[in-house]
């Protein structure tokens, strides 16, 4: 039975704030425009033509003022397929947006782009024709032509430079009827949620539901989803933002230059998440590409959540659910901290379940233990199993801090850093996530070695006595060269001796002094 969820202002794009929506035909320079605008690489460029397929939404400073654009894939004429797909999600932006960026390339007009500029007309109210691939001071003629087409607005641009953006951004401040600030506007805070896996696995057909909307077109074509998708939602007085990603295969299934690009921008948005849901097919169990995965992520300190989705094809043995867990715990000891869910994002069961638990996540992420608390639970924990002994003596944990959050991080001061044991250090990072409160996420423990001021022993002997040993050295040998024998009993004679060549020392030092 499919689960309620409570989920507010569901939307693919933050409809609180004015939206952008870039529009045009394929290689036209949108996403290069995209990019440019919100100064990141979100959007893939490439000159192969229908590289962008899904709308990506980012939150964009027009004047310091937050909006949001969208970057969209291209629109064809093509009616069938995939094609057809991308080309009715781009189209329909139109009609949400405040604003349309309708992008042209200024060398050839095609007759997707007289179909476009047609699909605009009950629009032209918000309409900006962008004439793109204004590279040279030749080419800045040929933007006149445009104003035939009888829209208003027309901005002549090099995406790829940089030129003409002044009179874009300006002339959008003027439509979104804006002001230029002088501070910019705060972004509330939000936990990000990276989806990875495979291709297939149900990445997308979660992002939709969570969103309450296409965010990511469904397709059974593996690597449908190439950009970052993204979207925000509210459950439970959360804000979330959910970065639906391609699907992650092996690098001899990667045949395209653009799926090369687009599962390195996978990989990388791990670096931006908070919490990382890996999607597993429950029916197809772990994957060596899924263990690799799992290790990017403990490696940069996220937390993960493994997701056994597609409970719902399950075939109905008793403890059949069970048997995978217990099976992926023994075959992934990588991620024995992180949480299980199971779900249907089909049938959307679970899926509370899963979202009370990112939040669990993300509190551990950025829990903090004061220091005195720390060193208390490490003097209980040392004083319970002792560190052992190495060839050197007992290895000591001398006390120790919490040094970040988001990833977490420890650090352990010790009285010595070599060969210390492994498995220590593993007793240690399993009593912090026992007692502290940091089970769920993995945690990452440095050493550093505690030194001490060197003993007089280690700086060895001061100036004063190797002084005094010379001097004592030299009046033995000047007895010696007089024929003076080496009586017995000689200790009361050494003492004297010293007690001559302190005083001969003493002496020299203050007529230098005195000079």
């Known amino acids: 039975m499919a689960e309620k969820l409570e989920i507010k202002n569901k939307a693919d794009i933050d409809t609180s704030l004015p939206m952008i929506a870039i529009l045009g035909r394929p290689n036209v320079g949108k996403s290069t425009l995209f990019n440019r605008l919100i100064r990141e690489r979100r959007a893939i460029t490439d000159p192969t033509p229908g590289v962008t397929r899904d709308p990506i939404p980012s939150r964009y400073l027009l004047g310091n003022n937050a909006v949001t654009l969208v970057d969209s894939g291209g629109v064809k004429l093509d009616k069938e397929g995939l094609d057809y797909a991308v080309s009715e999600k781009s189209l329909s932006l139109a009609s949400q947006a405040d604003l349309i960026l309708l992008v042209m390339d ?25 004439v793109n691939k204004v590279d040279d001071v030749k080419r800045e003629d040929l933007v006149w032509n445009f104003f035939s087409y009888g829209y208003q607005r027309v901005v002549g641009i090099s995406a790829a430079h940089g030129s003409g953006f002044e009179e874009l951004e300006n002339t959008m401040l003027g439509m979104l009827d804006l002001e230029e600030r002088e501070e910019e506007e705060e972004e509330r805070e939000s936990v990000k949620i990276a989806i990875l896996g495979k291709p297939n696995t149900g990445k997308s057909t979660l992002t939709n539901l969570l969103t309450g909307r296409d965010v990511s077109i469904v397709s059974d074509i593996a690597g449908t989803t190439r950009d970052v998708m993204r979207a925000s939602f509210e459950y439970k007085g959360n804000d979330y933002t959910v970065l639906d990603t391609a699907g992650i295969r092996r690098k001899s299934k990667v045949e395209e230059d653009v799926e090369y690009y687009s599962v390195n921008r996978a990989i990388k948005t791990i670096d931006e998440a908070d919490v990382v849901l890996l999607m597993v097919d429950v029916t197809e169990g772990l994957s060596e590409q899924d263990k690799k995965i799992a290790s990017l992520i403990v490696r940069r300190g996220k937390g993960v959540i493994l997701v056994l989705n597609k409970i719902d094809m399950l075939s109905g043995v008793k403890n059949e659910l069970v048997a995978v867990e217990d099976r992926i715990r023994f075959l992934f000891p990588i991620l024995n901290f992180a949480p299980i869910v199971s779900i249907s994002a089909l049938e959307s069961v679970n899926v509370g379940d899963l979202l009370s638990t990112v939040i669990r996540v993300w509190k551990q992420l950025n829990k903090r233990v004061d220091t005195a608390t720390l060193n208390e639970a490490l003097k209980s924990w040392t004083s319970e199993y002792e560190p052992p002994r190495g060839s050197e003596g007992h290895y000591k944990v001398l006390y120790a801090t919490q040094v970040s959050t988001t990833p977490v991080r420890f650090l ?6 070599k060969d210390f044991p492994e498995s220590y250090i593993s007793y240690i990072k399993n009593m912090i996530r026992k007692d502290l409160g940091f089970k769920d996420i993995p945690i990452e423990i440095s050493l550093r070695e505690r030194r001490r001021n060197p003993s007089l022993n280690e700086r060895g002997p001061s100036k004063e006595t190797l002084d005094i040993k010379r001097a004592v050295k030299r009046t033995e040998r000047s007895g010696r060269a007089k024929g003076v024998s080496k009586k017995p009993g000689g200790k009361a004679r050494e003492g004297k001796a010293m007690e001559r060549a302190k005083k001969v020392v003493r002496n020299n030092r203050q007529a230098r002094k005195g000079k």
């Open 412 to 417: 352990l001061f010790v009285n010595r850093i």
């Open 106 to 130: 200024c060398t050839d007009v095609t007759r997707e782009d007289q179909m476009l500029l047609d699909e605009m007309r009950p629009y032209t109210d918000k309409v900006i024709l962008v």
